[in-house]
């Protein structure tokens, strides 16, 4: 089954969640885990490209490279950046819910420290 990924377009380029660097592309994909009940919370998240963060990143090196390279998309290499695309966004995983820093990080910010 084929998931769809939207890649989105923006003036400034995306920030890198992880590291706060300029990143080189920002997608929403598919996301989403079980409920307390075990019931299936289904959604979209977005996720950036990023030179630093996904270098070792399955199916990412390439699609850097091509961003080092090019720049960005220009409509006569649409079919190339369209397979190296889609090679990076198969391989797109969001880590799962780290629910104890999430509760770590609602208390940081009842107390101020966020």
Not at 100 to 110: A, C, F, P, V
Request: charged letters at 25%; hydrophobic letters at 40%; aromatic letters at 6%.
């Amino acid at each position: 089954m084929k998931r769809r990924i939207d890649v989105m377009t923006t003036q400034e380029p995306p920030l890198c969640p992880r590291c706060g660097a300029e990143g080189l592309l920002w997608a929403r994909v598919p996301h989403g885990w079980a409920n307390a009940a075990g019931g299936a919370v289904e959604g979209r998240t977005g996720v950036v490209l990023c030179a630093g963060c996904d270098a070792d990143a399955p199916g990412a090196a390439p699609l850097i490279t091509w961003f080092h390279v090019h720049g960005q998309a220009q409509e006569q290499d649409s079919e190339e950046f369209a397979r190296l695309l889609v090679a990076w966004a198969e391989q797109v995983a969001v880590p799962p819910l780290d629910e104890q820093r999430l509760d770590t990080e609602i208390e940081m910010w009842r107390r101020g420290d966020l």
